[in-house]
């Protein structure tokens, strides 16, 4: 089965930077769509950053200006580049991709920012 593996979390003061990384551990056909969501707990997941195949994307308001949602298709891979980070922002991230097949959820992993 086709699994995605996020990495890059971690703790970090507020204003610092994290890069996570999402990668396929094959390939999932033509894909549609990725994104990002972040989850804390006993909260709903909400969707962080998009981007789609013609590479049109889409931030939650809370996260604009602040983090870049990329991809490589080359090696599977989808990052997300969080700047400034805040307090807000601690949660556990997970990758989703959507191709032509269906749709992909990684484990995820977590950033915790503390002040």
């Known amino acids: 089965q086709v699994q995605l593996v996020e990495s890059g979390g971690g703790l970090v003061q507020t204003g610092g930077s994290l890069r996570l990384s999402c990668t396929a551990s094959?390939?999932?056909?033509?894909?549609?769509?990725m994104g990002w969501y972040r989850q804390d707990p006993g909260k709903e997941r909400i969707l962080v950053a998009r981007?789609?195949?013609?590479?049109?994307?889409d931030y939650a308001d809370s996260v604009k200006g602040r983090f870049t949602i990329s991809r490589d298709d080359a090696e599977n891979t989808m990052y997300l580049q969080m700047n400034n980070l805040k307090l807000e922002d601690t949660a556990l991230y997970y990758c989703?991709?959507?191709?032509?097949?269906?749709?992909?959820w990684g484990q995820g992993t977590q950033v915790t920012v503390s002040s």
């Open positions: 989703n991709t959507v191709s032509v097949f269906g749709m992909y």
């Open positions: 094959e390939s999932i056909g033509r894909v549609l769509a």
């Open positions: 981007i789609t195949s013609t590479d049109h994307t």
